[in-house]
């Protein structure tokens, strides 16, 4: 037997106890002799020499440290507990319970995270927000990801990246035209507005609810510097041609993947086949952290621009707490700055400080684990609603995959064929009514917007089908936490609206 004394490691056939003084038993962990050390099966595992655990003058800190362990151990469990008693989600009656077009999906493991997280107390970006860096990356193929407060900073940061001087020649600049579309979420096209660019607006096609690729080249002009544009709804773009006409133009592409993480086209992720992706982690995406945003790219001078341009402009590329990266801190001369002006304090753009904290990037890490079962519900929910809706296609534009892609569908979008004939607004009072929650398809038409009042674009074509968006269209969710048996509720609902909203 060995036993220690005070707070204590005791070894009583294969289990150490921690006791604290002496007396009251806190947890055990199973312990492995291995000839002349035990093994302690702790979640991350670590070998103590019997000398060590003998050691009079070492036993203080080593029980420190497992002490330590063992009570995050006791919390876990209470959280564990907790998450068993009050956060189980409710039985779904038809009819009475809401069905949310969106919602966060988490279980024990995120709220464990989070706290173990929070025990640490770093608060700002520590070991959770590079593990999630380093893992998001390797899951999307990229070779840098960098964690931002939301997927609006996200598509902030990979704009402004792109005015830096660093890029030279291929900066963007005050006046210089920007590719997008008007029916999307404000935040891929406000961006180009603040950085004083101008967007030129790109009509889209129905069903897919994407950029019409044909009218993409007749947009360009000699002022034109880069296309951004989402992923609508999970659904990709025609990146062939996008690319094809970046290429030919040499105009920089920027994918804000916000809606569509996880979908593929060409049997690549979408994010990754442009210069710049970005990607949202607030509750209604494929994966949340609360707050929170990531942008990448496989290009080390972007990667840079865009973490200056994230933590307050600086030049230094030092992570937090540490000095001297660059072995010359003291030996720049940058702008009009004497020379040896201390590096960590030397800015090169006119930045924001659009960091997260650690206790969002490790409930990131444990959603990123659950991705793919979260994609895989996402398509299984849309193609049992898009089934069970067959019977309205008369009536209703129901929605189509872009050739050439695999989508990770954010929402079942639809748009009704005659607005004179049946009102989109009286389908979604209908539903609404009914317990299914609807949204439009974000803004409509950015252009009509009250927001837009007064800002510079350019119209490269009529946008006949933005407009038809803005009047007729609507969506539902098919997001994970909705089961067959709400599916079909929502399918049944949305055939009876049709009937009700006929004029």
């Known amino acids: 037997m060995l036993k220690l004394i005070g707070e204590v490691i005791k070894y009583e056939g ?19 002799f291995l000839g002349d050390s035990y ?24 029980n420190q440290k497992l002490l330590e362990q063992a009570k995050r151990k006791i919390i876990f469990n209470q959280v564990e507990e907790f998450h068993k008693l009050f956060h189980q989600r409710e039985d779904f009656v038809p009819g009475e319970s809401n069905l949310s077009y969106a919602g966060k999906i988490y279980d024990k493991d995120e709220m464990i995270a989070l706290t173990d997280a929070s025990l640490d ?19 999307l193929g990229v070779r840098y990801a960098l964690l931002t407060t939301s997927g609006s900073s996200a598509n902030l940061l990979a704009v402004s990246s792109l005015t830096s001087p660093k890029l030279g020649d291929k900066r963007l600049k005050r006046g210089d035209e920007v590719i997008t579309v008007a029916a999307g979420f404000p935040t891929t096209v406000t961006p180009i507005v603040q950085n004083g660019l101008i967007p030129v607006f790109v009509d ?7 950029i019409s690729a044909d009218q993409i080249e007749q947009a360009v002009s ?14 990709p773009f025609n ?12 105009l920089w592409v920027i994918e804000d993947n916000c809606d569509a993480l996880g979908a593929k086209y060409n049997g690549k992720l979408t994010g990754t086949i442009g210069h710049i992706g970005t990607s949202s982690f607030y509750p209604p995406h494929h994966m949340t952290m609360g707050e929170g ?24 590329w030092c992570p937090s707490g540490c000095d001297n990266t660059c072995k010359k801190r003291f030996d720049w001369q940058l702008g009009q700055l004497p020379r040896g002006y201390d590096h960590k304090y ?8 659009l960091k997260v904290t650690d206790m969002q990037a490790a409930i990131g890490l444990e959603q990123l684990k659950k991705l793919p079962m979260f994609i895989e519900k996402r398509n299984r929910n849309f193609d049992r609603l898009k089934n069970n809706l067959k019977s309205i296609e008369n009536d209703i534009i129901l929605p189509e995959a872009t050739p050439n892609s695999e989508p990770s569908w954010f929402g079942f979008v639809m748009t009704v064929k005659d607005g004179d004939k049946i009102s989109r607004n009286r389908i979604t009072q209908y539903l609404e009514e009914n317990k299914v929650q609807t949204r439009m398809l974000f803004a409509g038409n950015l252009t009509k917007q009250p927001a837009f009042e007064g800002v510079e674009y350019r119209l490269a074509s009529d946008l006949k089908n933005t407009d038809k968006i803005m009047n007729n269209t609507f969506l539902v969710g098919v997001y994970p936490g909705l089961t067959e048996e709400m599916i079909d509720y929502m399918s049944e609902k949305i055939i009876e609206a049709v009937g009700y909203a006929k004029l």
């Not at 945003?293 to 230094?316: H, Q």
């Not at 030397?346 to 400080?353: A, D, E, P, V």
């Open 14 to 32: 294969r289990m150490i106890a921690i006791v604290d003084k002496g007396t009251k038993i806190i947890t055990g962990f199973e312990c492995e």
């Open 39 to 62: 093994n302690l099966n702790f979640d991350n595992k670590e070998e103590f020499t019997v000398s060590e655990l003998m050691n009079a003058e070492q036993v203080g800190n080593l």
């Open 121 to 139: 107390f770093w608060l700002t970006a520590g070991r959770f927000y590079k593990e999630f860096e380093k893992s998001f990356a390797k899951y």
């Open 204 to 210: 889209v096609d129905l069903a897919t609810y994407n």
């Open 222 to 235: 000699d002022k034109t510097k880069a296309i951004v544009i989402a992923h609508t709804m999970g659904n």
């Open 239 to 250: 990146l062939d041609e996008v690319m094809r006409v970046a290429g030919k133009y040499n």
């Open 293 to 316: 945003g990531a942008v990448y790219t496989n290009d080390p001078k972007l990667k840079m621009i865009i973490e200056s341009f994230r933590d307050w402009g600086r030049d230094c």
């Open 346 to 353: 030397t800015y090169s753009h006119i930045g924001y400080n």
